[in-house]
Structures are given as structure tokens and as C-alpha cells.
């Protein structure tokens, strides 16, 4: 019996009283987010791979406010079969192809090509223009802009830069969203009305989900203009409150369905299935918000964007999931099953049928329960395996597909040149007092950019001491005393340089994430120019750099809050000392298994053909957090589910192996089914051409497949029934000390 002072159960009461204010209200705050669907990509405009705060963080924004400009950068490359850069003719029909950019509103200084700009063969060249704003460029700002640079004739042209980056990130994220759901619908409802039975039971739970997506589509887009988020977060956000939305359908409706067949009053089910399954949602909701605020301990942008937007997500799906569903289940009623599209849907409440598949599961691992203990866990150790050899690291531009704007450039430019010249490490080198073309500075910054060059894994130095390799120091200081200077000197200056700071980029021989260009760095960092001097780093090697020991710092802290939180959370739940700590460990292994398969696929690159993504041979340190995060809390959306049911059932009988079975027996064709539904439902983001999106959504595919079909069907009755009676062991005064919901 479910006690009727239960805090859910007078929920039930009071959402079937007021059943059809409550959808009304929802249906107005659903016809008032539609006026924002359009908009609602256009407050994504960065990547968010920096450390807030960090030195690098502070440098990049000095040279941002003190140069003018912050990431309107762009490289136009040339390439001719038959001219060489060095011809008169070639700079000029360069200079024709770009006469366009006079009638461009925004200011701009444009850089053309000197010796570090053109290609071996003299063959390719590039020219960059730099667009003096700290805004970044609408999509149509950046489409004018590219529009007014043409094509000269018998010479190729392509343009790339940060700016057609994020652009082009947008545009797939957009066309992945588009792509994912139009796969994942259609296969949504097929499961959906085999689960059920009915077309009505069918379309709740997606009208449900679309409703909860547009109100958190509608918040988000608030909430980036109060704070920058990052561009991954709409597809993440949207695929976790999807899920979770249709998770917590599925759940309801069935216990539903559950006390419908009961032959009970409308209202009473509704109360019943409040004071049950609305009360596992709840606390469900609860452990997966607890799992998803650790990404705010991260002062990464990346991280605490998505992190806002899960936790819109859980809210949002919790919300609709105990206001909305309940009211429309209490309009509906016995209507629920109406068009049925197969006979005797209404199958007799038989809680333990001998002929269920389930029961046949359920009473044959716990009768075997050593073996199938030992035997699941070796396979599910086996395929986290490979997360010994894992590698981490920050993606680099090549996150989106081969065929895509960006990347089309960057295969380009490096037959021609390092592709580290795009990405070199910036130090910023300052004066106390006085101006820092002083000859004093002068004379030290010389030497200390000659030391620079001497490190072997430095390729190039560009500096106003480094200009041309004939000059010496004393050449250099009477450079700078002159009164007059040359138009591309004057030019450099202007880029690179103020009155009391100048700018130092040093290229690596090797990648951003290479060993060697992190010793390069610190080589930098513990490199003094002088007395007099002060020197600051930034740059992507360096951001990503602090970003990596930033999270390594703060990390253990994470970790610590979401288990201790989810801890507490079951222990409240379910009155067990033992079951939150199993629950944990059980978490722990479908995330070690999801991460060793990521490893196998992305890291070294198997079925990278298949799958249309280009190895990067690291994992993407935001996407082990990220996963960490949400993997976590939808491992214990479907723990909290199946303990609950088992619970439910030791409150009635006292039997630990037959409440084992009751709960395999009640709850597994319905968390295979959810857990189904969210596997195409990731799964469908392996179309995506965004690779972090493509990896989350196989990531969370392979964790719940793993989680749903072996942890929570096999390792879990397993480990219950051979641990027995202390799975509800709760010392007295601890359960006094533990808050109560009237609810047996």
C-alpha cells in the first residue's frame, strides 16, 4: 500500500485536480517557445577551450583590448601553377582579388606576403587579414566578407581562420541536429509502440520530449546572452533532455499502464504511479543533476556550458516529466491504450508469470549467481581494457569532417607549410617603465629571442628583433631610433606592438600536444629576457596547456562531489548502506567500458573509414569529463529504477532473492526498452560530422547498451543475491538521522 500522506502521493492528488490548468499552462509556454526556434543557435559562438582566469586567459584578453582585435583573423592562401610568389604579377593580382575589402565596414589591416608567407616552391603564398573588433562576426558579416574577396585569374584561392571555424561548426551542428533526429524519431516511435501497444501511449512521450527540447532550446538561448556559452552545448543539451524527457515517459506511463490494469480509479493510479515511479524520477533527476553540476567546478568554458545546459536539460525533463505527463495521463485515462495496434494489449497484472523471459533471466542468475558474477565482469573488464593505453589531449581543427570549409584549407596549407604557423606560442613581453623600442629593451630582447632560437624544438621566431636574419643588434636599435621607418614596418609594429609591450610568437617544430612543445613551453615560462622585462604566455599550445593542468587539478574534487552527492542520495532512497556503494561501482565499470571502446575507435582509429572521422590519436580531455558527468547520471537514471522496484518489493515480502526477481521481472522490460530508445537515439549522432558529438554519442550509446543488457539484467541481481540480507543493512540510528517519505 502507498500511505496517502506521502509527499508524491499528494502531488498525484493535487496534478489530477488541476489536470487541465497545468497542460493549458504548459501548452502556452510551449506556443510561447516557438517563437525562439530560429534563434536558437545564434548565442553559440565559441569553442570554449580556455581556462577562465588562467595567465593565458588574461594574456589573450591584454592583447585583445591593448591590439584592437581579438580572433578576426583570416588566411587567404594563393596558388599559382605557373607564376611564383616572387613576381611582381603575383602580388598584384593578389591585390586585385582583394580591392573588394575597401567597401568593407569594418576596419582591417591586411598583411602581404613576405618570405615567412610564402611556400618553398614559391608557388603558394598566403595573405592574412585581421579585422579590427572584439565582436564576433554574425554569419552574415563573415558571408559579406568572404564574398568580397575574388578569385584572380589562373590562380587558386581559398580562405580559412577562427572566425570560418566556428561558422562551420555551427553549420553542422545545426545539420547534425537536423540528420540525428530524423534518424532517431521515426525508430523512437517503432520501439515505442511495441513497448506500449497504442498510438496514443506512442505520441505522449515524443510530444513530451519535443515539448521539453523547446522550452530548454528557449532557456538556453536566454541564458547565452547573460553568459558565453559554447558551441558544443546545444547538441549535447538537447540529446541528454531528449533522452532523459523520454526516459522518464516511459517509466511513468508504464507503472501507469501498471495500475490501470488494477481496475482502480484514474486518480488513484495517478497517485500510485506519483508516489512510485514519480518519486524514482525525482530522485533520479536529483543524482543526474548532482552528476552533470560538477562540470561548473571547471573554469572551462566548454565545460560549464554544457554543464548549465544539462542542468536546464534534467530540470526541464524532471519538470514536464512530473507536471505535465501525470496531467495529461489524468485527462486521458483509460485512453491511454486507444488504437491499439495489436490484440489484448491490456495483459493480466501478474507479477511474477514462470513464462516471462525475464523471470527466467531474473531466477537463473540469482540461482547461479558466482558464476554469472564472475563471468560478466571478466567480459566487461576485457572491453574497458584498452583505457590503460588511453591518451589525452585537446581536439585541434581537425574535429570537423575532411570535406568541410576548414578543413579543406588546413590540407592545403600544410603541403605548403607548418600548420603549427597558425597556431604558435605568443609571449608578451613587457617594459616596467619607459618605451620598449628603448634601446636598453632593445638590446635585451635581442638576446633573448636569439636564446629562444637556440631551443631545437623551436622552428621559427617572429618578433621586431627577428625580421630580417642580416640585421644585427646594433642594426636593429638604429632601426627603431630612425624617424622615419618603412610602410611594412610600420605596418608590423602596429600588429605587434605598443608603447610599453611587444609581442614574441615562437612556432614548434611539433604538435600542440607533442611532449616536446609542452617541455618547449615550459622552457619559456622559466626563461627570463632581462631585468626590466616581464614576459606573459598565451597562445592554443599554451591554452591547452593550463586547460589540461587546470582540470588535473580539479578533477579529484569533482569526482569526490558526485559520488559522496549520489551516495547520499541513494542512501536516502533506499535505506541501504551497501546498495549506493554497488551502484557506484557499477557506474564506474559501464564508464571505464564506454572510454575503453572510445580509445579503440578514436584514439587509434579503428573503422575511421566507416565512420568518416579523422584520427586524432588522443581523446579529448573535455569529452572524459563531459562523459564522466552525464554517463553517470544516466547509469543511476536506470539503477535508481530497478533498486526502487526491488525495494518496493523487499518492503512487501522481506525476501532479498524474491524481491530480486520482482524487480528483474517488473522493471527490465522497461529499462532495456528506455535504454533502447536512448541507444538509437546517441546512436543517431554518429552521423554527425562534429567529431566531439559523434564521440559523446557513441560514448553514451556504448555505456547504456553495456549498462541496461548486462550490468542492470545480470551483475546487479548477481551482486545482490550473493551479498543477501546486507543489501538492506542500515544501522538504527542512522536511519532516525536520514530524512522520510511516508511512502512504503
Same mark, same amino acid.
Given at each position: 500500500?502507498?500511505?496517502?500522506?506521502?509527499?508524491?502521493?499528494?502531488?498525484?492528488?493535487?496534478?489530477?485536480?488541476?489536470?487541465?490548468?497545468?497542460?493549458?499552462?504548459?501548452?502556452?509556454?510551449?506556443?510561447?517557445?516557438?517563437?525562439?526556434?530560429?534563434?536558437?543557435?545564434?548565442?553559440?559562438?565559441?569553442?570554449?577551450?580556455?581556462?577562465?582566469?588562467?595567465?593565458?586567459?588574461?594574456?589573450?584578453?591584454?592583447?585583445?583590448?591593448?591590439?584592437?582585435?581579438?580572433?578576426?583573423?583570416?588566411?587567404?592562401?594563393?596558388?599559382?601553377?605557373?607564376?611564383?610568389?616572387?613576381?611582381?604579377?603575383?602580388?598584384?593580382?593578389?591585390?586585385?582579388?582583394?580591392?573588394?575589402?575597401?567597401?568593407?565596414?569594418?576596419?582591417?589591416?591586411?598583411?602581404?606576403?613576405?618570405?615567412?608567407?610564402?611556400?618553398?616552391?614559391?608557388?603558394?603564398?598566403?595573405?592574412?587579414?585581421?579585422?579590427?573588433?572584439?565582436?564576433?562576426?554574425?554569419?552574415?558579416?563573415?558571408?559579406?566578407?568572404?564574398?568580397?574577396?575574388?578569385?584572380?585569374?589562373?590562380?587558386?584561392?581559398?580562405?580559412?581562420?577562427?572566425?570560418?571555424?566556428?561558422?562551420?561548426?555551427?553549420?553542422?551542428?545545426?545539420?547534425?541536429?537536423?540528420?540525428?533526429?530524423?534518424?532517431?524519431?521515426?525508430?523512437?516511435?517503432?520501439?515505442?509502440?511495441?513497448?506500449?501497444?497504442?498510438?496514443?501511449?506512442?505520441?505522449?512521450?515524443?510530444?513530451?520530449?519535443?515539448?521539453?527540447?523547446?522550452?530548454?532550446?528557449?532557456?538556453?538561448? !536566454? =541564458? $547565452?546572452? &547573460?553568459?558565453?556559452?559554447?558551441?558544443?552545448?546545444?547538441?549535447?543539451?538537447? +540529446? %541528454?533532455?531528449?533522452? /532523459? #524527457?523520454?526516459?522518464?515517459?516511459?517509466?511513468?506511463?508504464?507503472?501507469?499502464?501498471?495500475?490501470?490494469?488494477?481496475?482502480?480509479?484514474?486518480?488513484?493510479?495517478?497517485?500510485?504511479?506519483?508516489?512510485?515511479?514519480?518519486?524514482?524520477?525525482?530522485?533520479?533527476?536529483?543524482?543526474?543533476?548532482?552528476?552533470?553540476?560538477?562540470?561548473?567546478?571547471?573554469?572551462?568554458?566548454?565545460?560549464?556550458?554544457? !554543464? =548549465? $545546459?544539462? &542542468?536546464?536539460?534534467?530540470?526541464?525533463?524532471?519538470?514536464?516529466?512530473?507536471? +505535465? %505527463?501525470?496531467?495529461? /495521463? #489524468?485527462?486521458?485515462?483509460?485512453?491511454?491504450?486507444?488504437?491499439?495496434?495489436?490484440?489484448?494489449?491490456?495483459?493480466?497484472?501478474?507479477?511474477?508469470?514462470?513464462?516471462?523471459?525475464?523471470?527466467?533471466?531474473?531466477?537463473?542468475?540469482?540461482?547461479?549467481?558466482?558464476?554469472?558474477?564472475?563471468?560478466?565482469?571478466?567480459?566487461?573488464?576485457?572491453?574497458?581494457?584498452?583505457?590503460?593505453?588511453?591518451?589525452?589531449?585537446?581536439?585541434?581543427?581537425?574535429?570537423?569532417?575532411?570535406?568541410?570549409?576548414?578543413?579543406?584549407?588546413?590540407?592545403?596549407?600544410?603541403?605548403?607549410?607548418?600548420?603549427?604557423?597558425?597556431?604558435?606560442?605568443?609571449?608578451?613581453?613587457?617594459?616596467?617603465?619607459?618605451?620598449?623600442?628603448?634601446?636598453?629593451?632593445?638590446?635585451?630582447?635581442?638576446?633573448?629571442?636569439?636564446?629562444?632560437?637556440?631551443?631545437?624544438?623551436?622552428?621559427?621566431?617572429?618578433?621586431?628583433?627577428?625580421?630580417?636574419?642580416?640585421?644585427?643588434?646594433?642594426?636593429?636599435?638604429?632601426?627603431?631610433?630612425?624617424?622615419?621607418?618603412?610602410?611594412?614596418?610600420?605596418?608590423?609594429?602596429?600588429?605587434?606592438?605598443?608603447?610599453?609591450?611587444?609581442?614574441?610568437?615562437?612556432?614548434?617544430?611539433?604538435?600542440?600536444?607533442?611532449?616536446?612543445?609542452?617541455?618547449?613551453?615550459?622552457?619559456?615560462?622559466?626563461?627570463?629576457?632581462?631585468?626590466?622585462?616581464?614576459?606573459?604566455?598565451?597562445?592554443?599550445?599554451?591554452?591547452?596547456?593550463?586547460?589540461?593542468?587546470?582540470?588535473?587539478?580539479?578533477?579529484?574534487?569533482?569526482?569526490?562531489?558526485?559520488?559522496?552527492?549520489?551516495?547520499?542520495?541513494?542512501?536516502?532512497?533506499?535505506?541501504?548502506?551497501?546498495?549506493?556503494?554497488?551502484?557506484?561501482?557499477?557506474?564506474?565499470?559501464?564508464?571505464?567500458?564506454?572510454?575503453?571502446?572510445?580509445?579503440?575507435?578514436?584514439?587509434?582509429?579503428?573503422?575511421?573509414?566507416?565512420?568518416?572521422?579523422?584520427?586524432?590519436?588522443?581523446?579529448?580531455?573535455?569529452?572524459?569529463?563531459?562523459?564522466?558527468?552525464?554517463?553517470?547520471?544516466?547509469?543511476?537514471?536506470?539503477?535508481?529504477?530497478?533498486?526502487?522496484?526491488?525495494?518496493?518489493?523487499?518492503?512487501?515480502?522481506?525476501?532479498?532473492?524474491?524481491?530480486?526477481?520482482?524487480?528483474?521481472?517488473?522493471?527490465?522490460?522497461?529499462?532495456?526498452?528506455?535504454?533502447?530508445?536512448?541507444?538509437?537515439?546517441?546512436?543517431?549522432?554518429?552521423?554527425?560530422?562534429?567529431?566531439?558529438?559523434?564521440?559523446?554519442?557513441?560514448?553514451?550509446?556504448?555505456?547504456?547498451?553495456?549498462?541496461?543488457?548486462?550490468?542492470?539484467?545480470?551483475?546487479?541481481?548477481?551482486?545482490?543475491?550473493?551479498?543477501?540480507?546486507?543489501?538492506?543493512?542500515?544501522?538504527?540510528?542512522?536511519?532516525?538521522?536520514?530524512?522520510?517519505?511516508?511512502?512504503?
Amino acid at each position: 500500500m502507498h500511505k496517502s500522506d506521502s509527499t508524491f502521493f499528494k502531488l498525484g492528488h493535487g496534478i489530477f485536480r488541476f489536470r487541465k490548468a497545468i497542460v493549458c499552462f504548459w501548452g502556452l509556454v510551449f506556443c510561447a517557445c516557438i517563437a525562439f526556434i530560429t534563434l536558437a543557435i545564434s548565442p553559440f559562438k565559441d569553442t570554449g577551450f580556455i581556462a577562465e582566469g588562467s595567465i593565458s586567459d588574461k594574456t589573450e584578453q591584454f592583447l585583445n583590448n591593448k591590439l584592437g582585435y581579438a580572433h578576426n583573423e583570416f588566411v587567404i592562401l594563393y596558388h599559382s601553377k605557373h607564376l611564383i610568389a616572387t613576381d611582381p604579377l603575383y602580388l598584384q593580382q593578389i591585390k586585385k582579388s582583394l580591392e573588394g575589402l575597401k567597401n568593407f565596414p569594418i576596419e582591417h589591416d591586411v598583411l602581404y606576403p613576405q618570405d615567412q608567407q610564402i611556400s618553398a616552391d614559391k608557388h603558394t603564398a598566403y595573405v592574412v587579414v585581421i579585422l579590427k573588433t572584439q565582436e564576433t562576426l554574425s554569419p552574415e558579416e563573415l558571408k559579406k566578407f568572404t564574398s568580397t574577396i575574388k578569385k584572380p585569374k589562373s590562380m587558386t584561392i581559398q580562405v580559412g581562420g577562427e572566425p570560418i571555424f566556428i561558422e562551420n561548426i555551427n553549420q553542422q551542428t545545426q545539420k547534425d541536429l537536423f540528420n540525428g533526429d530524423m534518424f532517431a524519431i521515426p525508430v523512437s516511435l517503432i520501439t515505442l509502440l511495441i513497448i506500449f501497444g497504442s498510438v496514443t501511449a506512442t505520441v505522449l512521450p515524443i510530444g513530451i520530449g519535443a515539448c521539453c527540447a523547446l522550452v530548454m532550446l528557449t532557456i538556453l538561448f !536566454g =541564458i $547565452g546572452y &547573460l553568459t558565453p556559452l559554447s558551441i558544443f552545448t546545444l547538441n549535447i543539451a538537447s +540529446l %541528454l533532455g531528449l533522452c /532523459l #524527457s523520454l526516459d522518464y515517459a516511459l517509466f511513468i506511463i508504464n507503472r501507469f499502464l501498471d495500475e490501470l490494469r488494477k481496475k482502480q480509479p484514474v486518480e488513484l493510479c495517478i497517485q500510485i504511479t506519483l508516489a512510485t515511479a514519480g518519486k524514482a524520477v525525482f530522485y533520479s533527476g536529483l543524482a543526474v543533476f548532482t552528476s552533470i553540476s560538477a562540470l561548473l567546478f571547471f573554469p572551462i568554458n566548454v565545460l560549464y556550458s554544457i !554543464g =548549465i $545546459g544539462g &542542468l536546464v536539460a534534467v530540470f526541464v525533463a524532471v519538470a514536464t516529466g512530473l507536471t +505535465l %505527463l501525470p496531467a495529461s /495521463l #489524468s485527462l486521458l485515462g483509460h485512453r491511454i491504450n486507444a488504437m491499439p495496434v495489436r490484440k489484448q494489449f491490456l495483459q493480466r497484472y501478474i507479477a511474477m508469470d514462470p513464462k516471462s523471459i525475464w523471470y527466467k533471466i531474473a531466477t537463473n542468475v540469482v540461482k547461479h549467481a558466482f558464476r554469472y558474477f564472475f563471468f560478466t565482469l571478466f567480459f566487461l573488464l576485457f572491453l574497458a581494457y584498452t583505457i590503460l593505453k588511453i591518451q589525452i589531449g585537446i581536439s585541434n581543427l581537425h574535429v570537423l569532417p575532411e570535406h568541410s570549409e576548414n578543413q579543406v584549407f588546413f590540407k592545403t596549407y600544410e603541403k605548403s607549410f607548418n600548420e603549427e604557423e597558425l597556431n604558435p606560442i605568443v609571449l608578451v613581453v613587457s617594459a616596467n617603465k619607459g618605451s620598449i623600442l628603448s634601446p636598453q629593451y632593445l638590446s635585451k630582447i635581442y638576446d633573448y629571442v636569439e636564446k629562444i632560437k637556440k631551443n631545437a624544438a623551436v622552428a621559427e621566431v617572429s618578433s621586431i628583433v627577428s625580421l630580417d636574419d642580416s640585421l644585427d643588434k646594433e642594426e636593429y636599435k638604429a632601426l627603431y631610433q630612425a624617424k622615419t621607418r618603412d610602410l611594412n614596418l610600420e605596418q608590423f609594429l602596429d600588429q605587434s606592438t605598443r608603447h610599453q609591450f611587444t609581442v614574441v610568437k615562437v612556432v614548434s617544430r611539433y604538435s600542440q600536444d607533442a611532449d616536446e612543445t609542452k617541455k618547449l613551453i615550459e622552457d619559456l615560462r622559466m626563461l627570463k629576457p632581462g631585468k626590466g622585462l616581464t614576459t606573459s604566455l598565451t597562445g592554443s599550445p599554451v591554452i591547452n596547456d593550463e586547460v589540461l593542468k587546470v582540470i588535473a587539478k580539479i578533477l579529484p574534487y569533482a569526482i569526490a562531489w558526485v559520488f559522496l552527492i549520489t551516495y547520499l542520495i541513494l542512501l536516502i532512497l533506499l535505506r541501504s548502506i551497501f546498495l549506493p556503494l554497488k551502484a557506484i561501482f557499477m557506474n564506474v565499470l559501464s564508464l571505464c567500458t564506454s572510454y575503453g571502446v572510445l580509445v579503440f575507435i578514436f584514439q587509434e582509429g579503428h573503422f575511421h573509414n566507416l565512420l568518416q572521422f579523422s584520427p586524432q590519436g588522443i581523446l579529448d580531455v573535455n569529452l572524459i569529463i563531459i562523459l564522466f558527468c552525464a554517463l553517470f547520471g544516466f547509469s543511476m537514471d536506470y539503477e535508481v529504477f530497478l533498486l526502487t522496484r526491488i525495494h518496493e518489493a523487499y518492503q512487501e515480502y522481506h525476501d532479498n532473492e524474491k524481491s530480486i526477481v520482482f524487480g528483474i521481472v517488473k522493471s527490465s522490460r522497461i529499462i532495456t526498452s528506455a535504454a533502447l530508445i536512448v541507444i538509437v537515439l546517441c546512436g543517431s549522432y554518429m552521423v554527425a560530422d562534429v567529431l566531439m558529438v559523434k564521440q559523446f554519442g557513441l560514448g553514451i550509446a556504448v555505456a547504456i547498451f553495456v549498462d541496461a543488457f548486462a550490468i542492470r539484467t545480470i551483475l546487479v541481481p548477481a551482486t545482490m543475491a550473493l551479498v543477501k540480507q546486507w543489501n538492506w543493512y542500515l544501522p538504527k540510528w542512522l536511519d532516525k538521522l536520514l530524512p522520510k517519505d511516508q511512502a512504503s
